[in-house]
T-cell receptor, first 116, second 114 residues
Framework: EPEVTQTPSHQVTQMGQEVILRCVPISNHLYFYWYRQILGQKVEFLVSFYNNEISEKSEIFDDQFSVERPDGSNFTLKIRSTKLEDSAMYFC??????????????FGPGTRLTVL | AQSVAQPEDQVNVAEGNPLTVKCTYSVSGNPYLFWYVQYPNRGLQFLLKYITGDNLVKGSYGFEAEFNKSQTSFHLKKPSALVSDSALYFCAVRGEYNFNKFYFGSGTKLNVKP
């Protein structure tokens, strides 16, 4: 069964450093998403991406964040200058027809980001 | 505003007993409701969804959920719990007018004891 994959599983970085979290969505999917979960808190939407552009972003997704689909398979989340409060589990998700509210999203296993 | 509430951080049940994991929601327009399960070190796995039609929705691994519009609830149920059902369960909602994002609950940890 096709799966969303994410690398690395755990990333440790120093405050102020740039990090890139990588995701490979399911191959025939067209809509891509990033979510994050701070330890003990809710899973929060960050951004959705379709047709090589952001379709929606939350207030969390400020200028420090960017997303990119650099080739036909990868979908990346970049945090330009990490802060302590960016420490969280980051989930990538994809769906084949995102423009319908009733379609489920398929999630990757997550990348745990620890900012020291 | 759209939101999901899972009032129980943890649910404990004995193997073989029925289980219920509660979820209530608030959304603009018709709700589209989902349950996901997360096992340790794994991503969120889709269990079931409600779009329209029958209020009782059946999903993977013997789980089902009941949509109740008047109570704005979508509780997850299983008639007979297994130890292997122990995991973290998330309820999520999308609104009719918002295609892109899920609103997730805070999660409920289900512990099934032998």
């Amino acid at each position: 069964e096709p799966e969303v994959t994410q690398t690395p599983s755990h990333q440790v970085t120093q405050m102020g450093q740039e990090v890139i979290l990588r995701c490979v969505p399911i191959s025939n999917h067209l809509y891509f998403y990033w979510y994050r979960q701070i330890l003990g808190q809710k899973v929060e939407f960050l951004v959705s991406f379709y047709n090589n552009e952001i379709s929606e972003k939350s207030e969390i997704f400020d200028d420090q964040f960017s997303v990119e689909r650099p080739d036909g398979s990868n979908f990346t989340l970049k945090i330009r200058s990490t802060k302590l409060e960016d420490s969280a589990m980051y989930f990538c998700a994809s769906s084949d027809i995102g423009g319908r509210s009733y379609n489920e999203q398929f999630f990757g296993p997550g990348t745990r980001l620890t900012v020291l | 505003a759209q939101s999901v509430a899972q009032p129980e951080d943890q649910v404990n049940v004995a193997e073989g007993n029925p289980l219920t994991v509660k979820c209530t929601y608030s959304v603009s327009g018709n709700p589209y409701l989902f349950w996901y399960v997360q096992y340790p070190n794994r991503g969120l796995q889709f269990l079931l969804k409600y779009i329209t039609g029958d209020n009782l929705v059946k999903g993977s691994y013997g789980f089902e959920a009941e949509f109740n519009k008047s109570q704005t609830s979508f509780h997850l149920k299983k008639p007979s719990a297994l130890v292997s059902d122990s995991a973290l369960y998330f309820c999520a909602v999308r609104g009719e007018y918002n295609f892109n994002k899920f609103y997730f609950g805070s999660g409920t940890k289900l512990n099934v004891k032998p």
